[in-house]
């Protein structure tokens, strides 16, 4: 395991800036989760670390030791992307003890760390099979597998599960969380699928336009985003505008009990579980009703025109143009005072 810094890393191709001035630490055995927008430097910011790209300014250091201009074979990173790239010409043990063999692990041995890892990841019965003939799921782990043979300092995944169904993402991220937690083994986990990052990661990272938003839990990113960007890009929130005074918030239809730090005007971030449907002071009207089952989706319009999104119970129905009573849950609200 190994402690990773980036220091003011900044990386620009002519004049288009990826990555600018990021400060971030992955802590020695944690899963840090990077998300945020196409294009705010995720992939190039991963990429840095594995050593595929010098940055133009700033540094990458591994536990304390400059490994900036230190070439990726020498880094001992382990990889999965997207694209598992397995060798078709060799069987997934060859596969999974490729690594190790270019390291100069005796065969012995190195066969012995493959049939312990394809045993981790539920695959064993797997070692001798042709990759192509494995399911998306079952590449993915082999993948996985592979990077962690080499017993890597760090062990990087960019959007390892892009391709595969909803059904089959979700129990392997949760397997997939699981094993790397157990191994206590030093990640970085490159993601646009949010859900996927929380599941997954002691800490998420939003980036856009090259720099970090937030860095945090999953439940601060989520309950305390730190501004209107990362309130509007992690999960769904109505962003209201009120004015703060004397612990209070006014938004004009309603008083909230909330203390911000100074009094003025402020955005206060409101998640749909904040809303109590059914009752309360709050006029809206449905604009649009989304039916899944349990719960209904709901877009609403407020007295002042802005448009709210709200969670339902399943067991009403809701149609465009009926009238709603709504409360704000004040403890589940977050001032921003950036507005």
Not at 123 to 143: C, F, K, N, W
Request: aromatic share 4%; charged share 25%; hydrophobic share 40%.
């Amino acid at each position: 395991m190994s402690r990773i810094t980036l220091e003011s890393l900044t990386k620009a191709y002519g004049d288009e800036v990826a990555v600018d001035g990021i400060d971030l630490t992955i802590r020695d055995g944690e899963i840090l989760g990077i998300v945020g927008p196409s294009g705010c430097g995720k992939t190039t910011t991963l990429r840095t670390i594995a050593g595929f790209e010098t940055p133009s300014d700033g540094r990458v250091l591994f536990d304390g030791v400059d490994v900036t201009h230190v070439p990726p074979e020498e880094r001992n990173v382990g990889l999965v992307f997207q694209s598992y790239a397995l060798f078709d010409t060799m069987t997934v043990r060859e596969n999974v003890a490729f690594g190790p063999k270019m390291q100069g692990v005796p065969k012995a041995e190195r066969r012995e760390r493959a049939d312990e890892l394809l045993a981790m990841l539920d695959i064993a019965e797997l070692a001798d099979r042709d990759p192509t003939t494995l399911s998306g799921g079952q590449q993915q782990r082999v993948g996985l597998a592979r990077a962690l043979a080499i017993e890597p300092r760090v062990l990087l995944l960019d959007e390892p599960m892009t391709g595969l169904d909803a059904e089959l993402k979700t129990r392997l991220r949760e397997e997939v969380g699981d094993l790397l937690a157990d191994l206590e083994v030093t990640a970085l986990y490159v993601t646009h699928d949010q859900e996927e990052a929380m599941a997954m990661c002691d800490r998420i990272a939003v980036l856009a336009e090259g720099t970090v938003e937030q860095v945090g839990t999953p439940a601060e990113i989520y309950r305390r985003p730190a501004n209107t960007f990362v309130a509007n890009f992690v999960g769904s929130s109505t962003l209201l505008e009120g004015t703060a005074t004397n612990g209070h918030v006014d938004l004009g239809f309603a008083q909230l009990p909330v203390t911000a730090r100074t009094d003025g005007d402020v955005t206060v971030a409101v998640r749909p579980e904040a809303f109590e449907v059914g009752s309360g002071p709050i006029h809206a009207e449905v604009a649009d009703a989304t039916y899944l089952g349990d719960r209904t989706h709901l877009s609403a319009t407020l007295p002042d025109e802005t448009t709210v999104t709200l969670r339902a119970d399943g067991i009403d129905d809701y149609r465009a143009g009926d009238s709603l009573a709504l409360s704000i849950d004040e403890d589940r609200v977050h001032v921003l005072e950036s507005g």
